[in-house]
């Protein structure tokens, strides 16, 4: 999957750092719960007729989102704050960690152990 920030693709005055990572965290996310690039090609054909077009969108298009029918409010705030096309817009990593979506099952207690002792032979090879 191509991961382009849109600083990285227009610097300005704007450099690299470690807010370009947040914007490829919220990108991983958004394909890893889709299924799917997170920038659909134009008119919604097969694929990017050129690589230019999909920078253009990237840089001029707004961000990718996710459904809010199919998503979780903590979900849907988390990728958008993520995916804010100026870097100084993106919540640092200490304010990522505090984001509902991180926190949000803090007080459930889960036994791991319990789970993965049940969960059969192809688990006890990793």
């Known amino acids: 999957m191509l991961i382009l920030q849109p600083e990285r693709i227009k610097p300005g005055e704007q450099g690299y750092n470690y807010k370009s990572d947040i914007w490829s965290l919220g990108l991983m996310l958004l394909k890893c719960a889709t299924g799917n690039f997170p920038y659909t090609p134009p008119d919604n054909s097969e694929g990017w007729g050129t690589l230019f077009e999909l920078i253009e969108a990237i840089v001029e298009k707004p961000s990718p989102s996710a459904p809010s029918d199919e998503y ?3 979900f849907c705030s988390f990728i958008s704050a993520c995916l804010q096309k100026n870097p100084r817009d993106r919540p ?14 803090d007080d459930l207690e889960v036994d791991l152990s319990a789970y993965f002792s049940n969960a059969g032979s192809p688990l006890a090879t990793i």
Request: hydrophobic share 30%.
């Open 72 to 74: 979780s409010p903590e």
């Open 92 to 105: 640092s990593t200490r304010n990522l960690l505090r984001h509902p979506f991180v926190n949000m099952y």
